[in-house]
């Protein structure tokens, strides 16, 4: 049950309240929505249904799910298990896609589903060529950057003694343009090359610093002055902020 926040009541099922019009979809603050595209751009889909789209995000980062269950308020249902280490071992293994697939490198697969809003459905235009696309008129402020990076970006030392920065696009491959002039009021001018965006040891730095500080969950992602401070962090995320098969 949850409450709505127009009425009062509460309802098994809030969104088909508010899209009988008897209530208001609840506004999304410019922070909501902004937060949403970034993470539309990474692991956040629209699944396909006929009419009142919901939004939901897959993964294994639990803290970070719990934050943004929390940030959506009313919007979204709460994190779920969607599969356990051991499912999504088993899966590989049985569709051939890694037949090898060994439960010990999996982590369990949680998931936040959102209520349906008009500005989900709005989103599902992504999705109008039969698969998500970005949208060329997008506007990549630092937040919605920010929680793209979250997704799909990382960080790696490599042998250089700084590192660089990339995010993965392979959804978006073919055009290489349209990707790279996303930043084009960004402080950085990545390039892309091989499924993702690359970013140079400067460029690094200064993308950092644009997206502002970390959302919960992925700090380790934005420790740029340390190899051994970020190896620590990212432990600490694939540890403590995920499980394995309920541990
Ligand atoms: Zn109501």
């Not at 969104?15 to 692991?43: A, F, N």
């Amino acid at each position: 049950m949850a409450t709505c926040p127009n009425c009062g009541d509460n309802f098994d099922r809030l969104g088909l309240h508010w899209w009988h019009g008897t209530c208001p979809y609840p506004e999304l603050s410019e922070q909501q929505r902004q937060m949403l595209v970034g993470l539309l751009m990474g692991d956040g889909s629209i699944p396909d249904r006929t009419d009142n789209e919901i939004f939901h995000l897959p993964m294994i980062n639990r803290r970070f799910l719990r934050w943004f269950d929390e940030k959506m308020g009313v919007m979204t249902t709460g994190v779920s298990l969607k599969k356990t280490a051991a499912q999504l071992a088993a899966h590989n293994r049985e569709s051939g896609f890694s037949p090898n697939a060994a439960v010990e490198n999996y982590h369990d697969m949680y998931t936040v589903w959102t209520r349906t809003h008009p500005y989900i459905t709005e989103l599902r235009e992504w999705y109008a060529t039969g698969e998500k696309r970005f949208p060329t008129d997008i506007e990549l402020s630092s937040t919605v950057a920010k929680f793209w990076y979250a997704c799909d970006g990382y960080l790696d030392f490599g042998r250089w003694g700084r590192p660089r920065a990339g995010i993965k696009a392979r959804n978006e491959q073919n055009r290489s343009a349209a990707l790279e002039s996303l930043f084009e009021e960004a402080p950085v001018t990545p390039s892309y090359r091989r499924h993702e965006l690359r970013f140079s040891c400067d460029d690094t730095e200064r993308l950092i610093d644009w997206l502002g500080a970390p959302p919960p969950g992925f700090s380790y992602k934005w420790t740029i002055d340390s190899k051994d401070r970020y190896r620590s962090r990212k432990r600490t995320a694939y540890e403590t902020y995920a499980t394995h098969n309920g541990k």
